[in-house]
């Protein structure tokens, strides 16, 4: 799961830098989660000759699991008194997630599969 902090001593951040945060935060959240239901929609249009069912499966627990996490992560966020930051480090395999997300849209589309349209980009 995600480690959530505050800013030290959780002290509103100076100058408007609170707001900011949750900005930038709140839209990066929003992107993890369209890419995470875009993966799962590719796996639906995804043959064995692109991946195994094996590695369907895995990619599929590891999405899940991972909106599992995010979902935790915004209510921990949403229910916090002061603006809250997401530790680097706990993100990072949700990166590397949406990589693995990329990768299986650039494989599909090698293997001439007609991949579903992209939705218009969510707001955060």
Same mark, same amino acid.
């Given at each position: 799961?995600? #480690? *959530? ?9 100076? $100058? ?6 949750? @900005?930038?935060? $709140?839209?990066?959240?929003? #992107? ?5 239901? +875009? $993966?799962? *929609?590719?796996? @639906? ?8 069912? $094996? ?11 991972? +909106? ?8 921990? +966020?949403?229910?916090? =008194?002061?603006?809250?930051? *997401? #530790? ?21 589309? @090698? ?12 707001? =955060?």
């Amino acid at each position: 799961m995600s #480690d *959530l902090s505050s800013t030290p001593d959780s002290t509103p951040m100076p $100058g408007g830098a609170g707001e900011l945060l949750d @900005q930038l935060l $709140g839209s990066l959240l929003v #992107d993890f989660d369209f890419w995470f239901d +875009r $993966g799962l *929609l590719l796996l @639906q249009h995804c043959p064995e000759s692109v991946m195994t069912s $094996g590695e369907q499966e895995a990619l599929a627990e590891r999405l899940s699991t991972a +909106r599992k996490e995010l979902i935790a992560a915004k209510s921990l +966020r949403s229910a916090a =008194p002061v603006s809250m930051a *997401l #530790d680097m480090q706990a993100m990072a395999p949700w990166h590397r997630l949406v990589l693995s997300v990329w990768t299986l849209s650039a494989e599909l589309r @090698q293997a001439g599969v007609v991949l579903p349209e992209l939705p218009p980009a969510p707001r =955060p």
